[in-house]
């Protein structure tokens, strides 16, 4: 669906993206992610036609970006960060005018508006005016405008972002509705949203990508230990010297807890060694009353593969 090769933009020598290239397959859900600056926005406007790259190519259902503007553009749907509308115009002449000007037929562009408003939850807005809405429901607007000529991917730059946890909420779940039907690549600052929604996740750093993949395997390639955390009562510098003969256990801290129990964060080199701690335990009679594997979150993933980039590029 999307083939991006060796694309580049520099602006006044700066370099904003440094010869990147993927690829996104039909029916996938990408979370594209970067720290603020990392060139998010810029590769997006490249992939929508908005910006022309230095170097690098861009298909979209076969058609290059750059050579073939119009046909490329009927596949994709595109929201940006700040999605611009015209606020003094009401929803149903907005998303009339946006028909017009995306071709869709006049025999069937009724029809299609409204159905776009059906999917947002706009069926009751189209003789509001937009600058009454509320920012949620602007946002709904604006994907709105993006369904409109009924394109097979969608492109959504920040579509949460400014908006409070209840039009979060409402926003994430049109979104959900919204994958079922399309390719979806999806720009957040939000990242349990991107680990929820996203099959795949591509992270953007310093103009170059630094990862692609699902973030279970970002997981176990980048944060390879596995953390088990245990609550163990007894004598604590006996359990640590106990804990660290287990042979896969890298590491053990101790915190305090309360009523005689401590508990203990153990590394253990990529292997789940819960089953050795626990008869570890029964073998030394230590009291176990918690024992479980914690899981790493994309922002703990996010976070060690930027640090890391950045640390590599000084």
Same mark, same amino acid.
């Given at each position: ?21 993927? +690829? ?34 861009? +298909? ?197 807890? +309360? ?39 994309? +922002? ?15």
């Amino acid at each position: 669906m999307i083939k991006v090769q060796n694309l580049t933009k520099q602006f006044s020598g700066q370099t904003a993206v440094d010869d990147i290239s993927f +690829e996104v397959k039909r029916g996938e859900i990408i979370g594209f992610l970067g720290p603020n600056g990392a060139g998010k926005t810029t590769t997006m406007r490249m992939l929508t036609g908005f910006l022309h790259p230095t170097r690098g190519s861009v +298909e979209i259902a076969g058609y290059d970006v750059f050579k073939n503007p119009l046909e490329a553009r009927r596949h994709i749907g595109y929201m940006p960060e700040s999605c611009p509308l015209y606020l003094d115009m009401r929803v149903d002449e907005y998303l009339t005018f946006r028909a017009q000007i995306k071709g869709v037929p006049r025999r069937t562009l009724k029809a299609r508006r409204d159905s776009v408003k059906e999917q947002c939850g706009l069926t009751d807005t189209g003789r509001r005016i937009i600058g009454q809405l509320s920012k949620g429901y602007r946002q709904r607007v604006g994907l709105a405008d993006s369904l409109l000529h009924d394109p097979d991917l969608l492109i959504l730059d920040e579509p949460t972002a400014g908006l409070d946890p209840n039009q979060i909420r409402e926003v994430r779940e049109l979104i959900h509705r919204l994958a079922e039907r399309h390719t979806l690549l999806l720009s957040t600052h939000i990242l349990p949203e991107a680990e929820m929604a996203c099959r795949r996740i591509l992270i953007i750093n310093r103009g170059r990508i630094v990862a692609s993949d699902s973030s279970e395997s970002l997981q176990k390639r980048l944060l390879g230990d596995s953390l088990i955390l245990a609550d163990i009562q007894g004598d604590p510098a006996e359990i640590q010297t106990g804990l660290l003969h287990i042979d896969t256990v890298d590491s053990v801290e101790c915190i305090e807890l +309360e009523g005689g129990w401590n508990q203990y964060r153990i590394d253990s080199a990529a292997v789940d060694a819960r089953s050795r701690i626990f008869d570890c335990a029964v073998s030394k009679g230590w009291k176990l009353r918690e024992l479980h594997l914690e899981s790493r979150s994309l +922002e703990d993933i996010f976070v060690a593969i930027t640090n890391d980039d950045e640390t590599g590029a000084k």
